[in-house]
């Protein structure tokens, strides 16, 4: 099985007359088409933050931008990409008391959010201006996101794979000092029921946030769960962004791969290097991971100057 996975574009909406991030998007879809016909991918993810909060670019350019995301790295279908949402993909106004109340009803001891649909609605409706709206533009009577009020998550079983998307931003404790995310496991255990432990061999688990930033009681629930499964012979792994950072490791027993930045952003004066990843996932659920990097001495003699380069492969 080959993955695609690139994270944290940040785009805002002067993106294409910004130099600098157009030629790296450029030479990334390029990249891409070179070596559509040699690493055909099995799917591709994007795990969240498309765009730069509420200066970031339109429903409409980022469509454009999935278009051509399917069609440079090959895809037979949309429905090979997959998207999950970041904390920037929704609206960061100040929050309505719905949201508030929402938030709070969180029952910790179960995992889940009281009232049901209303409570996930509520939440929810932060991210329709741009995530949901752009999904079901993008993916129309196949929009994975649908069912979002009654799950707030999606599995997609692929043969002996079973492929869990999380929106990790449903829900931030500001003010939360011992992990700030809550993620509701419950929603995580209904699509963990939903997998014939006998014929699956691996879960794979993509998430915007890090287990880490999750409520320390959510993180401890969850990698339980998690290990759960863990116990019966299924390779888990999870992947996120976030951090734009490209690093692996593991949480309590639960092993994940964090990948960096796909354009160049400044967050607190720290200049972020572009990378994007592939893996490799063999029969007996060894990764193999590339990281590619746009590094600006690249090819020098070209204008503008930059290029990507394989800069890590284990």
Not at 72 to 98: F, W, Y
Request: with cysteine.
């Amino acid at each position: 099985m080959r993955i695609l996975q690139i994270s944290d574009l940040h785009l805002q909406k002067s993106y294409k007359t910004a130099e600098v991030v157009k030629k790296i998007l450029d030479r990334f879809f390029d990249i891409l088409s070179k070596n559509a016909g040699k690493e055909a991918f099995d799917f591709v993810v994007i795990t969240g933050d498309i765009r730069n909060g509420s200066n970031g670019i339109t429903v409409s350019e980022a469509n454009e931008l999935l278009e051509e995301l399917v069609m440079s790295a090959g895809l037979t279908t949309k429905r090979q990409l997959h998207i999950v949402p970041g904390n920037h993909d929704l609206e960061r106004k100040k929050e309505e008391d719905s949201v508030k109340a929402a938030r709070d009803s969180y029952d910790y001891d179960n995992g889940v959010f009281a009232d049901g649909e209303k409570t996930l609605s509520a939440l929810n409706e932060r991210f329709i201006p741009f995530f949901f709206k752009m999904c079901n533009e993008f993916y129309g009577e196949d929009d994975y996101w649908v069912h979002r009020n009654v799950n707030p998550h999606y599995l997609i079983q692929k043969d002996e794979t079973a492929l869990i998307f999380l929106n990790s931003a449903i829900s931030c404790l500001e003010s939360e000092k011992d992990g700030k995310l809550i993620l509701g496991r419950t929603y995580v255990l209904q699509l963990l029921e939903q997998i014939n432990a006998e014929s699956t061999k691996r879960i794979l688990i993509f998430a915007h946030h890090p287990i880490e930033n999750m409520r320390s009681r959510e993180k401890t629930a969850l990698t339980n769960l998690l290990k759960a499964y863990s116990d019966k012979g299924i390779s888990i792994c999870w992947f996120c962004g976030d951090v734009h950072a490209n690093t692996s490791g593991d949480v309590d027993g639960i092993p994940y791969y964090q990948a960096g930045s796909l354009c160049v952003t400044n967050r607190d004066k720290m200049v972020v290097i572009p990378e994007f990843v592939i893996y490799d996932i063999d029969d007996d659920n060894k990764i193999n991971h590339r990281v590619f990097r746009f590094l600006q001495h690249l090819n020098s003699h070209s204008l503008p100057p930059g290029g990507w380069k394989l800069v890590y492969d284990d």
